[in-house]
């Protein structure tokens, strides 16, 4: 049981150095190291003052998450400074979190628009009120009713560019303006969009998020998030609040992520490409009321889509079908190989119904002033060849009409 390396000791609790080689891997490594080891008290103090680069304790950052952060800061463009790097969450709600309470204090109040992602809702109108931090919501379809909601105390503006789930777009331009003439942080959730769709940046962000879990990863099988921000002093208070919160990401969802971010590129346009085939498909269907996609030129906001996204429509549209949830579940029914699930971005087709998912809390008249009847459906196009597709919701819809 001797071993020479170890003085001819056995050996189970001291590390084996890993194995020498002059042929290098290809795949970044898998860090899951929690803690590093410095040589001394010295190079401690250096690398915690800056002459040295080197990582400490996990929470406070980790390799993976440092590589997966530089890979989506250059599809996001914008600040390139030191200081300026994008910082990789726990989750897309973690970047969210650490972006409002790293930023602002009690006293402090938020407009933002009133088609966020449920759970920014949620923290804006149920959370944050506990902890002092208050909102208003309005609608960044229209500048005025921004700029209407804005008080003395306001700090901040948090929008989405597309809304969720009736794909309104948001008066960017207008929005970018309002906050330089009132000097409000802008922060941009560019989950739906992507950095392909909107370059926040470039278009006067100060706080880019995403949420990694969607369209970046892609694949469903990780749960993080990303924010950046221009100002080095606010990206250190949202990195601070990251970590003495403990919203910090796992080695191992930061490296599935990054291997799905390899694809991104392929998947969007893939999925943009079917979404659009797919939107004229639901357009001719005797089945369908109405569909929404930036892309349409029936669509509401379609010049302000076409100036903003440069053509990048994206992978989400929805659809009315005439009828309600008689029609609506024979639909699911009728497609059990797209995925009836409420998230999106994945590789794979989602469908979401957010009268019994995402907008359950709301009343049937406060779904309806939003245009969400029991026939709506949010459809996160992947994938697929659009010729399956294209047979499954045929076939789909064919049996939604078939109900009476
Ligand atoms: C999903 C989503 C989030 C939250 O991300 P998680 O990774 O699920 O925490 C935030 N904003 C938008 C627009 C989203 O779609």
Known sequence: MSDPEFGGHPNLVRRTAFPAS???????????????????????????EGRAAGYTYGREGHPNADVLAKMIDSLEGGPTEAGQGGII????????????????????HIVGGNQLYGRSLRMMTQDLPRWGITSTLADPTDVAAMEAAITPATKLL???????????????????????????IL???????????????????DVVIHSVTKLLAGHSDV???YVRARDPAQ???????????????????????????????????RAQENAGTLAQLFADHPAVDAVLYPGRSDHPDHNRAGALLDGNWGNMLSIRLKGGRAQAN?????????????????????LSHPASSSHRALTPDGRAALGITEGFFRVSVGCEPISLLEQDFRFALDAAAAVT
Not at 158 to 184: C, F, H, Q, W, Y
Not at 187 to 205: E, I, K, L, Q, S
Not at 237 to 246: F, H, K, P, Q, R
Not at 334 to 342: C, T
């Open 330 to 350: 024979a639909l699911t029914r009728a497609a059990p190989q797209v995925a009836f699930a409420p998230t999106l971005g994945d590789v794979g087709t989602t």
């Open 158 to 184: 948090l929008v989405e560019v597309v809304s969720n789930p009736t794909l309104r777009i948001a008066d960017m331009d207008g929005i970018e303006k309002l906050a330089r003439d009132r000097g409000l």
């Open 187 to 205: 922060v941009v959730d560019n989950t739906f969009t992507t950095p392909y769709g909107f370059p926040a940046f470039t278009r006067g962000a």
């Open 22 to 48: 002059v042929s290098r891997a290809v795949v970044t490594p898998l860090q899951p190291s929690v803690v590093y080891s410095s040589p001394d008290p010295d190079a401690l103090d250096d690398q915690y």
């Open 235 to 269: 990206r250190n208070a949202i990195y601070d609040t990251n970590v003495t919160l403990g919203l910090t990401p796992s080695p191992w969802d930061c490296w599935m992520a990054e291997r799905g971010l390899y694809t991104f590129d392929m998947r969007f346009q």
């Open 89 to 108: 969450t726990g989750s897309g709600m973690s970047a969210v979190t650490a972006t409002l309470l790293g930023l602002l204090s009690s006293g402090d």
């Open 223 to 225: 749960t993080l998030g």
